[in-house]
């Protein structure tokens, strides 16, 4: 998707594309929080027989919530307020962003349920899908005369990934029908005791991770965003490795943590050694190659890219250190420690990439997020230590 619109679309509209995205990534961080993080930790805790249906409740929960919130959004919309003149100009960006966060949401509830099962196999045919229906979506647009837009480029989106989350129901096969309302509130009150410092800990770490988008969007506009977003094209390929390993091992991990904490926290300190290094290869092997890759995979409407794409790649490298660590403690039930410590980290980031961007442009806009990172991560594994000494 980012290497046909990088192409297809100037900086401002790959850039206000890019802020749609961010928002989607807020939403559906908000309900990983309460509802799919919960279910994954959760689940271990559950008798087998209560397994699927305990998936049918969250997922009947989860869909109660994207109503609740599609309906407030459009409330909010209604109201204008003070974002009033700013929805007046992007007004046709609000109902795609909206249909595009909750779609990005139930397609990883799909995703998240198959490795919690076990299943993984309905993982890949869920992506296959997502992957399947945007390419047709993207050859369409290409055979098509129309002007291609950002808003059409979420609605793409969107429509990708509703295609997967409804393949993912279709194999899940969940008892809905079964689904009682005090259950249902059980399971609820059970999400909440730790999705709430969760849904914390998601908002001030997207506010650290998109620092640099609003930040830029604030000072440099659109085309700010567009800069920072292709320059990112290159080290994404490794990013989004990330997040699907994170669903493999997550499940695993909480299973250890059952039987064996010590093991628990050495796998995942294994794992994000192993992570760290690869991505130091990728990241050399994409800077040594930046002044033949940059034209050759984002055309020629980009210049100048190196010093973001190296700024990128720290950022990447201490991404992972912190997202191992986050991992691990979000296994352990610490919630709360996540948060507190994403808040502090978050401000850091904020004050950081302002000041950064002033002296630096977008790269210092990128770089005021690696130092938030960075604190994050060692603030998190300096609790891991501690909580590691204090097991018997």
Not at 151 to 160: H, K, N, P
Not at 267 to 293: E, K, N, P, Q
Request: with cysteine; net charge positive.
């Amino acid at each position: 998707m980012g290497l046909y619109l990088v192409r297809a679309l100037g900086p401002a509209e790959f850039g206000i594309y890019g802020i749609g995205i961010a928002i989607s990534l807020f939403y559906s961080g908000i309900g990983n929080a309460l509802f799919l993080t919960q279910m994954v930790v959760h689940t271990p805790d559950k008798v087998i027989e209560d397994r699927r249906p305990y998936a049918a409740r969250m997922l009947t929960a989860l869909l109660l919530f994207c109503l609740l919130t599609v309906v407030f959004a459009l409330v909010a919309f209604i109201a204008g307020g003070p974002w009033s003149a700013w929805l007046a100009k992007y007004s046709g960006l609000g109902l795609p962003i909206a249909a595009a966060s909750v779609a990005y949401l139930l397609k990883d509830f799909f995703v998240r349920h198959s490795y919690t099962a076990r299943k993984e196999i309905w993982a890949l045919v869920v992506n296959i899908a997502v992957a399947f229906t945007l390419v047709v979506l993207l050859l369409l647009q290409y055979l098509s005369p129309d002007k291609f837009t950002s808003e059409r480029a979420l609605w793409f989106y969107s429509v990708s990934n509703l295609s997967g989350a409804v393949i993912g129901y279709f194999f899940a096969k969940l008892p809905l029908r079964g689904v009682r309302l005090c259950r249902m509130v059980e399971d609820a009150q059970e999400a909440w005791r730790g999705g709430r410092w969760a849904i914390g800990g998601v908002s001030v770490t997207w506010m650290q991770s998109q620092a640099y988008t609003y930040v830029a969007a604030i000072f440099l506009g659109p085309a700010g965003v567009g800069y920072a977003n292709a320059a990112r094209m290159l080290i994404t390929p490794f990013s989004m490795l990330v997040p699907a390993i994170n669903q493999v091992t997550m499940p695993r991990l909480a299973d250890l943590r059952l039987h064996d904490r010590k093991k628990m926290i050495r796998t995942g300190f294994f794992i994000t050694s192993g992570l760290l290094v690869a991505a130091v290869v990728y990241a050399a092997t994409i800077i040594a190659s930046a002044d033949r890759l940059v034209p050759f995979i984002l055309g020629d409407r980009f210049q100048n890219l190196r010093p973001i794409i190296i700024t990128w790649s720290i950022v990447l490298l201490l991404q992972l250190l912190r997202d191992g660590a986050g991992t691990i403690i979000q296994v352990m039930k610490n919630f709360r420690v996540l948060m507190l410590a994403n808040t502090l980290s978050a401000v850091a980031t904020v004050v950081s990439a302002v000041v950064l961007m002033k002296l630096y442009g977008v790269p210092g806009a990128i770089l005021g997020t690696g130092i938030g990172e960075l604190l994050l991560a060692l603030m998190l594994w300096r609790f891991i230590w501690n909580e590691r000494k204090n097991i018997n």
